[in-house]
């Protein structure tokens, strides 16, 4: 367990808590949907010199950034050390459309990177992980409303077998070795700050961008697909709160189920026409209605909420009203 220095910072409009704690934390796979927006909440809770990004790509970036392939277990090590890291987010992974279309290379990226730093951890060079899951684990015989926390997964994708095979990883760790992993299983995630990145559930995002720039959307699901999202806002609070809670409070060290809200491709196009009434939307689906098919339309997070006590700040309508105004900015910004 950390030991934070807590600073008071004033500022003129309120009081800035900035976190200190030893060590540094690392943000591998900073470039990806998640990436972005976690490393903006987490630079503003621990300072510019906490933080260390790294990608098997560069990022163009004002802190450190170390170009990293996450399976290179060597030059992961030598940074860990170098850099006196402490805490590890583990974010590089092949999504799930992304990895059926390459599935020996998404196993090897989603598997052999969470080993490396397992056994960093093992080792005691790493004291906490974050490694996110997904509702990818669970397939067409899991219980399709209020999917509970304990059920039945059977995951039919590479990227769900991955996952679910890497929280039985990181609970066998924590359980052998002591390993301090947390993890979420992450519904889809809609985000204005990275563009998408290959996910089924992606859909949720690339429809604003079309309904934004050319006002009509074609999209590769069926209208009536219901699936579990989330904003990115409280994606990102649900995973600094699950790592900013204490050692005890942590039961769970496969996966927590998370959820805010769920709808479907034909909801969604309504709520962003009361904004874009000019907006149209045709559907041609493809292979990823059959993945989109074996996965949960509405998730039980009970757990998550007793534990550490998880509650959303998005509803859906202000989810998409919030997404369509930082959106629009961005574009014009860009313009």
């Not at 039961?251 to 000019?278: G, V």
Request: proline share 6%; glycine share 6%.
């Amino acid at each position: 367990m950390f030991f934070y220095l807590i600073i008071f910072l004033h500022i003129c409009k309120g009081h800035y808590i900035m976190k200190i704690m030893p060590g540094r934390i690392l943000i591998i796979g900073c470039g990806g949907q998640i990436g972005t927006p976690l490393t903006n909440k987490l630079t503003e809770l621990y300072g510019s010199r906490q933080i260390l990004l790294s990608d098997i790509k560069p990022v163009d970036t004002p802190l450190d950034f170390v170009q990293l392939d996450v399976t290179d277990k060597n030059t992961l090590f030598e940074t860990v050390k170098k850099y006196d890291v402490k805490e590890v987010y583990l974010l590089a992974a092949l999504l799930s459309a992304t990895a059926e279309k390459k599935p020996a290379e998404g196993w090897k990226i989603n598997m052999e990177g969470l080993f490396n730093v397992l056994h960093l951890a093992k080792d005691k060079y790493i004291e906490k992980i974050f490694w996110p899951s997904s509702i990818a684990i669970f397939g067409p015989t899991t219980p399709k409303k209020n999917t509970p926390q304990h059920t039945v997964v059977e995951p039919v994708t590479v990227y769900g077998i991955s996952k679910y095979a890497g929280e039985l990883w990181c609970q066998y760790y924590h359980q052998k070795y002591g390993v301090d992993v947390r993890s979420l299983r992450y519904p889809g995630l809609i985000s204005y700050d990275a563009p998408p990145g290959g996910g089924t559930t992606d859909y949720a995002v690339e429809i604003f961008h079309y309904a934004i720039k050319k006002q009509h959307y074609t999209c590769f699901l069926k209208p009536d697909t219901r699936l579990p999202m989330m904003y990115m806002p409280d994606a990102i609070h649900a995973t600094i709160s699950l790592m900013e809670s204490s050692y005890e409070k942590i039961r769970n060290r496969m996966s927590y189920n998370i959820h805010a809200f769920d709808f479907t491709p034909q909801e969604i196009f309504n709520e962003i026409k009361k904004h874009i009434p000019e907006f149209t939307i045709d559907y041609q689906p493809d292979f990823r209605q059959q993945i989109a098919d074996s996965w949960p339309q509405s998730i039980d997070d009970t757990e998550a909420r007793n534990d550490w006590g998880w509650q959303p700040k998005y509803s859906f309508s202000v989810m998409v009203e919030d997404m369509i105004k930082n959106l629009q900015q961005k574009i014009l910004k860009n313009v």
